[in-house]
């Protein structure tokens, strides 16, 4: 039986291609006596004429990768495109040395560990680029002597 005029009607109101019209086969004598938008848009409403799901691509790959990469995989240098600095730029590792250098030289001054003289000159210092993290800015404080009351080792 001839059912393109029921396929071309449920496909224009399915909003989708007339590959993707699924029509059930043990109801085709009833989708054959459907002549009209009406009686197509009735079947639809009864689940008998249906819409096929849309073919995709699957992201499953995309997401094992991207879980291996946060994992620190997949980062050797056949994977690598840019540059050194291109992929870690020397403003960006800056950044990420000094403010935790100069937080900490803050949190010294303002419980009066350090007096504001010596905080001003190892702030200089830090921002010449003097110390390459803040364990090394510490070990320079000590080993200076600069520290007015030592801070409480441990935390708890």
Not at 130 to 153: C, D, G, Y
Request: positive net charge; charged residues 30%; aromatic residues 8%.
């Amino acid at each position: 039986m001839d059912l393109t005029n029921q396929r071309r009607m449920a496909a224009d109101l399915l909003k989708c291609g007339l590959h993707r019209v699924y029509m059930n086969p043990n109801s085709l004598e009833d989708i054959s006596e459907a002549v009209t938008r009406g009686d197509v848009k009735k079947l639809i409403k009864d689940g008998v004429i249906k819409a096929r799901q849309k073919a995709g691509i699957s992201n499953g790959r995309l997401k094992y990768a991207s879980e291996q990469r946060a994992a620190g995989k997949r980062k050797g240098h056949g994977s690598r495109k840019g540059a050194k600095f291109a992929r870690y730029p020397r403003k960006r590792r800056w950044i990420n040395t000094i403010r935790p250098i100069r937080r900490t030289l803050m949190e010294y001054r303002s419980k009066g560990m350090i007096t504001p003289e010596t905080f001003r000159t190892y702030y200089l210092q830090a921002s010449s680029g003097s110390f390459r993290s803040v364990n090394h800015l510490k070990n320079q404080i000590l080993t200076a002597k600069a520290f007015v009351k030592l801070p409480e080792e441990g935390g708890k």
